[in-house]
């Protein structure tokens, strides 16, 4: 009725990724970019992603996150993403190159909008990453506060607790992210 496409778009992107069990995080749901465009390469670059075992696809969804970031530079949930896409280039290559430009990028989203669970994920995983585990924590407890039912937090908080050798804790976290997805074997 308004006449916001955004908007319309991004409703029905979250209503299917709630269908799929995908989590984008419904407090990331504040942040609208500047322009169509920059919206539509942000989630060409999501589908690439979230298909990242056909090859060429990380590269497609870095190439389609870097035109949304270009279209929008305060694209904040862009960059936490692409930051999420250099960490898995990191656990398929071991090259330390792919994780400072994760961490890059998470600490660019962080300065452009600190109210983005991802980002904190993100660098939540690096510190897991490097073995700083107790800084893992910090952060994921972090992206909880900002979205309670971040399942991807929650999974990560609960192997960083795990690690810590806090295992009571970590059960509870598994079992609580368990809990919002059901059907997620």
């Known amino acids: 009725q308004t006449g916001d496409l955004v908007a319309l778009q991004h409703e029905a992107v979250t209503r299917l990724e709630r269908l799929m069990n995908i989590s984008e ?47 929008d530079p305060r694209f904040a949930l862009a960059f936490a993403r692409m930051a999420q896409i250099y960490i898995v280039k990191y656990r398929l290559t071991s090259d330390p190159q792919w994780l400072e430009q994760a961490e890059k990028f998470s600490r660019q ?12 994920v993100a660098l939540a995983q690096i510190h897991s990453l490097t073995g700083n585990h107790d800084l893992a924590i910090q952060e994921y407890s972090h992206a909880l506060a900002l979205d309670p039912e971040d399942g991807n937090a929650l999974n990560g908080l609960a192997h960083s607790l795990k690690n810590e050798g806090r295992n009571a804790e970590a059960e509870a976290a598994y079992i609580k992210a368990a809990s919002l997805r059901p059907n997620d074997w």
């Open 25 to 71: 995080g419904r407090a990331e749901t504040h942040e609208s970019p500047k322009s169509h465009a920059a919206y539509e390469d942000y989630l060409a670059g999501i589908g690439y992603f979230q298909r990242e075992d056909k090859p060429g696809n990380l590269d497609r969804a870095i190439s389609a996150l870097q035109n949304a970031t270009k279209t």
């Open 109 to 120: 989203a962080a300065e452009i909008d600190d109210r983005v669970p991802s980002t904190y």
